[in-house]
């Protein structure tokens, strides 16, 4: 081809194709008055998206789409899941996609990390517990005994994309980590789609993406234990982190005066209590956030704060049954 013709081949060609890209991927989320928001239905739980800057609602449909699928993937109760096909695997290796894989390597650290306070494979505990349907039963001594030699990390095997469990009667949970490790890959699609503004929020697991229109941060309301879910005792103010709480007051029942929740000790495989009703993590990552918040909430108030204490840009505050605030050192504190 000669210059003259490369010339042209670039003008008829390329500049158009340039252009109908431009339009199709940047141009159209060049509004910054613009602002659109939608709610949706996934993990068992109220997810909101708000995007600024968009008027592209084609974004939040396909979240609400990965959504779908994550849960398809990720769920313990629906059959035919990666969680589902490890739980029924008797034994046997089971191959799984890279994103539970992931998943599961990430619960493996935060085991390490946190103890063994975090440990998915407490399943057979959820499924005796069986929150949120439980209408108030509380389970019998001899059944959680039974499964305690059902629970355990060392059951659990990741190599490669392959998951063993030894035991044919351990499962695993990733209830505790699963909506931020989804959060951190919703925002990663939404800001590669040119995003620079809004939030996920799934099930109050809140991740933001940049500040509000005119660098102005978003406020977090934390919520009061066992308020109204739009009583906040605090806020907090942050730019592309991500503020994730573990509460009892998510999952309960309450029978003759004692609270019965949804975080479990893996050693008893009785609900967590320690004097804490809600533990919340501010971190750069939602999955870290995610596993952090359930980890601290089962150490307790005193060896939950030194983890936090000990992690590079991860802050927390505790709350504890009689509404005090705890907060780490370098929270960003509201000031009243
Ligand atoms: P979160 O609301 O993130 O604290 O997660 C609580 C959920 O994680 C529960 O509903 C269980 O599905 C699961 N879970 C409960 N106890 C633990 C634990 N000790 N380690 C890991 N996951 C847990
Ligand atoms: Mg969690």
């Given at each position: 081809?000669?210059?003259?013709?490369?010339?042209?081949?670039?003008?008829?060609?390329?500049?158009?194709?340039?252009?109908?890209?431009?339009?199709?991927?940047?141009?159209?989320?060049?509004?910054?008055?613009?602002?659109?928001?939608?709610?949706?239905?996934?993990?068992?739980?109220?997810?909101?998206?708000?995007?600024?800057?968009?008027?592209?609602?084609?974004?939040?449909?396909?979240?609400?789409?990965?959504?779908?699928?994550?849960?398809?993937?990720?769920?313990?109760?629906?059959?035919?899941?990666?969680?589902?096909?490890?739980?029924?695997?008797?034994?046997?290796?089971?191959?799984?996609?890279?994103?539970?894989?992931?998943?599961?390597?990430?619960?493996?650290?935060?085991?390490?990390?946190?103890?063994?306070?975090?440990?998915?494979?407490?399943?057979?505990?959820?499924?005796?517990?069986?929150?949120?349907?439980?209408?108030?039963?509380?389970?019998?001594?001899?059944?959680?005994?039974?499964?305690?030699?059902?629970?355990?990390?060392?059951?659990?095997?990741?190599?490669?994309?392959?998951?063993?469990?030894?035991?044919?009667?351990?499962?695993?949970?990733?209830?505790?980590?699963?909506?931020?490790?989804?959060?951190?890959?919703?925002?990663?699609?939404?800001?590669?789609?040119?995003?620079?503004?809004?939030?996920?929020?799934?099930?109050?697991?809140?991740?933001?993406?940049?500040?509000?229109?005119?660098?102005?941060?978003?406020?977090?309301?934390?919520?009061?234990?066992?308020?109204?879910?739009?009583?906040?005792?605090?806020?907090?103010?942050?730019?592309?982190?991500?503020?994730?709480?573990?509460?009892?007051?998510?999952?309960?029942?309450?029978?003759?005066?004692?609270?019965?929740?949804?975080?479990?000790?893996?050693?008893?495989?009785?609900?967590?209590?320690?004097?804490?009703?809600?533990?919340?993590?501010?971190?750069?990552?939602?999955?870290?956030g995610d596993a952090l918040s359930t980890s601290?909430?089962?150490?307790?108030?005193?060896?939950?704060?030194?983890?936090?204490?000990?992690?590079?840009?991860?802050?927390?505050?505790?709350?504890?049954?009689d509404q005090e605030l705890h907060f780490s050192?370098?929270?960003?504190?509201?000031?009243?």
């Amino acid at each position: 081809m000669t210059n003259t013709a490369n010339c042209k081949y670039i003008k008829f060609f390329l500049i158009p194709l340039f252009l109908l890209a431009c339009c199709l991927g940047g141009c159209r989320r060049q509004d910054p008055a613009a602002q659109i928001s939608d709610v949706g239905f996934y993990f068992d739980t109220v997810v909101e998206l708000r995007l600024n800057g968009t008027n592209d609602h084609a974004l939040i449909d396909a979240c609400f789409e990965k959504m779908a699928q994550y849960e398809s993937l990720l769920s313990r109760t629906r059959e035919g899941s990666d969680v589902w096909k490890i739980n029924h695997s008797a034994g046997e290796p089971v191959e799984v996609s890279d994103d539970t894989a992931a998943l599961i390597a990430l619960a493996q650290k935060y085991y390490e990390l946190s103890d063994g306070a975090f440990d998915i494979t407490v399943a057979p505990y959820v499924t005796i517990w069986n929150f949120p349907d439980n209408p108030g039963e509380v389970p019998a001594d001899a059944s959680i005994a039974a499964a305690r030699i059902h629970v355990g990390l060392s059951l659990l095997h990741l190599d490669g994309n392959t998951v063993t469990l030894d035991d044919p009667r351990a499962s695993i949970d990733l209830g505790g980590i699963a909506k931020g490790y989804i959060a951190d890959r919703l925002k990663e699609y939404l800001v590669g789609e040119g995003i620079e503004s809004g939030y996920i929020n799934l099930g109050g697991n809140m991740l933001t993406i940049g500040t509000k229109p005119g660098d102005v941060p978003w406020n977090i309301g934390i919520r009061r234990p066992f308020g109204e879910a739009s009583d906040t005792i605090t806020a907090v103010k942050v730019d592309d982190r991500s503020v994730v709480t573990s509460g009892t007051y998510e999952r309960y029942f309450e029978k003759n005066g004692t609270i019965y929740h949804h975080i479990l000790d893996p050693a008893s495989g009785y609900p967590v209590w320690n004097g804490l009703a809600s533990v919340t993590i501010l971190s750069d990552s939602s999955a870290e956030g995610d596993a952090l918040s359930t980890s601290c909430f089962v150490l307790g108030l005193t060896r939950g704060m030194e983890l936090v204490e000990s992690l590079d840009q991860v802050e927390a505050l505790f709350i504890t049954d009689d509404q005090e605030l705890h907060f780490s050192s370098g929270f960003p504190k509201t000031s009243s």
